[in-house]
């Protein structure tokens, strides 16, 4: 058997499960007899998309929930003498899906509700007795949606109750299953958002810990969202890929503190959890006349390669561990001023939380 859980961690699985799980909601109150609570979770459903044009790989699934949540919504507005609206309803069904038993069973009835030959008499009650009650009133139950409507004798009565009766003994069931579902469906979307909001305070927690512990004099600390910005306040090097003894220094300091976090992280988070932070260096350089001035150099990316090099040396870090690129010459960490020239002669650090491996 396929094991479904990892589709939620997709948002357009996730999406989907929400979907189905407000249809199933609107379901089983419909079924109940609280047509308000059915129409106010099918509105739900509409802020959560249902109205849509379903795409991606779970297409198919979606235009099946698309065309239940429309015949359903004509279902509650036909129990509730909103035939009008009903009859909108399933004409949108028709136009996805023209051969669907249920809109055209639903608009045979209402056109002769139109036409004087069935009298719609709204009926609302719950369960087997419901069902048998209304068999034995001569009422028709249309599509197993949970609405009914008045009917005369058209000659079949004896059918129609022993086909309500014989659905009745099967209707309990579907609820229940169609309860347990939406109860697993809540279960598994409630564990994807408890998954999120775990994983973004963890996030925020090694975010919190990189800006602080590499706090230091001649260091620029740019925290964002998803990662923090090491900016060197000085040009790292004066020329070319030959750093200046201040710079070393720096990157060397950073090394030590670096390893340092890692070790902090992991033993915080237990062997094997495969959290930490992953340390990507980016060598700048300055657009010179006659050179590229853009696309990234050979300069900035050997800039990148020695500041790893002396991140790596005094520390239990190794070369491997960190990511070197070369920047866009106009992307220094200070604007492109003549100025700023010797100051973006540099490398910047970004690091960036290590997300955990999936759980098994």
């Known amino acids: 058997m396929t094991d479904d859980r990892a589709d939620v961690t997709d948002p357009a699985r996730a999406r989907a499960l929400s979907l189905q799980l407000a249809l199933n909601r609107a379901h089983s109150a419909a079924r109940t007899g609280d047509l308000d609570l059915a129409a106010r979770l099918l509105d739900e459903l509409d802020e959560l998309g249902e109205s849509d044009e379903p795409s991606g790989p779970d297409a198919h699934s979606a235009h099946a929930t698309v065309l239940a949540a429309l015949n359903l919504r004509a279902k509650v507005h036909a129990q509730r003498g909103e035939l009008t609206e009903a009859d909108a309803c399933w004409s949108r069904v028709e136009a996805l899906a023209p051969d669907d038993p249920d809109a055209a069973a639903g608009r045979r009835t209402l056109a002769k509700i139109a036409a004087g030959r069935r009298h719609a008499r709204p009926v609302v009650h719950t369960g087997r007795v419901a069902v048998v009650a209304a068999a034995l009133a001569g009422v028709a139950l249309i599509g197993g949606g949970g609405w009914l409507l008045a009917t005369g004798d058209d000659g079949d009565g004896d059918r129609r109750s022993s086909d309500s009766v014989a659905e009745a003994d099967t209707g309990s069931e579907r609820l229940r299953e169609e309860s347990r579902r939406a109860d697993a ?176």
Not at 278 to 287: D, F, L, Q, R
Request: glycine share 10%; charged share 25%.
């Open 185 to 360: 469906l809540k279960e598994r979307l409630e564990a994807l958002e408890a998954g999120d909001t775990a994983a973004a305070a963890r996030r925020d927690s090694t975010l919190d810990a990189v800006a602080e512990r590499l706090a230091m004099p001649g260091v620029e600390i740019r925290r964002h969202a998803d990662d923090v910005q090491l900016v060197f306040s000085t040009g790292v090097f004066p020329y070319d890929s030959v750093i200046g003894p201040q710079g070393a220094s720096a990157l060397t300091e950073i090394g030590r503190r670096l390893a340092d976090l890692e070790s902090d992280l992991g033993a915080g988070a237990g062997a094997g959890s495969g959290t930490g932070v992953e340390t990507t260096v980016v060598g700048h350089s300055v657009a010179v006349p006659g050179g590229a001035p853009s696309g990234g150099s050979v300069v900035a990316l050997n800039r990148a390669r020695v500041a790893a090099q002396y991140l790596a040396q005094d520390s239990d870090l190794r070369l491997t561990d960190f990511r070197l690129v070369s920047a866009d010459q106009r992307r220094g960490p200070f604007p492109a001023t003549e100025a700023n020239a010797p100051r973006n002669r540099t490398v910047t650090l970004l690091i960036t939380p290590k997300e955990p491996p999936p759980a098994p």
